[in-house]
């Protein structure tokens, strides 16, 4: 009777190290993906940014020889991105909140519930 409850015993002990090893490889997978995709949007916005860059800079001259006056071209730039940030001022929880909430909701729990099945 006593080596049958030592033997629970250690499978009980042994189940529970192997539960804690999943959930720290399940953590650690979760983690990965996080910062895989953080540093993969970094690295889009950085470039995006660029390009919005010298888009802004050709559209500046685009509006200013259309205007006769570069400081007008580069003046209606600025007023499109002050429109866009008010545009998106208002509706930064429908833009940014809820699609991030979603998608780290969808990192975390996407693989537990397919183990679970």
Avoid: W
């Amino acid at each position: 009777m006593g080596e049958d409850i030592n033997s629970i015993r250690k499978e009980i002990q042994e189940y529970i190290e192997v539960r804690l090893d999943l959930l720290r490889l399940h953590t650690a997978e979760n983690i990965s993906r996080i910062l895989s995709n953080a540093v993969n949007t970094a690295v889009i916005g950085y470039f995006l940014l660029i390009i919005l860059l010298f888009l802004s800079f050709a559209g500046g001259f685009f509006f200013g020889s259309l205007l006769h006056s570069n400081e007008l071209g580069f003046l209606c730039v600025a007023g499109f991105f002050m429109l866009v940030l008010v545009i998106f001022l208002v509706f930064r929880k429908q833009i940014i909140e809820r699609p991030i909430i979603k998608a780290v909701m969808k990192l975390f729990f996407s693989k537990l519930s397919d183990s679970e099945k």
